[in-house]
Nanobody, 119 residues
Framework: VQLQASGGGLVQAGGSLRLSCAASGRTFSNYATGWFRQAPGKEREFVGAISLNGGITIYADSAKGRFTISRDNAKNTLYLQMNSLKPEDTAVYYC?????????????WGQGTQVTVSS
């Protein structure tokens, strides 16, 4: 499955952004999907994931209460709504597809989108 994230940008602390991820190739609805991020000089960090039909979501502690993941299988699209953004959320955000969402590891991912939060 091919994935392409978009929607990043520059936002002030406390603001919001909505990222999108367009999928193509293997059947999107066959995979759990989610997001991870990587800041300069830091390790990759799991953000959250959503089940095949969108009924279950899991989040990293850093994302709980602020970020919401959703998906539209009819449009082969994944979303990440980010509210109350903080400077420490600055990173490149990637969307991924996984055979097991609880592993918090993605088997496929594409190019990311830069999110910069200014203080």
């Amino acid at each position: 499955v091919q994935l392409q994230a978009s929607g990043g940008g520059l936002v002030q602390a406390g603001g919001s952004l909505r990222l999108s991820c367009a999928a193509s190739g293997r059947t999107f609805s066959n995979y759990a999907t989610g997001w991870f991020r990587q800041a300069p000089g830091k390790e990759r960090e799991f953000v959250g994931a959503i089940s095949l039909n969108g009924g279950i979501t899991i989040y990293a502690d850093s994302a709980k209460g602020r970020f919401t993941i959703s998906r539209d299988n009819a449009k082969n699209t994944l979303y990440l709504q980010m509210n109350s953004l903080k400077p420490e959320d600055t990173a490149v955000y990637y969307c991924g597809a996984s055979r097991n969402m609880y592993s918090r590891v993605f088997d496929y991912w594409g190019q990311g989108t830069q999110v910069t939060v200014s203080s």
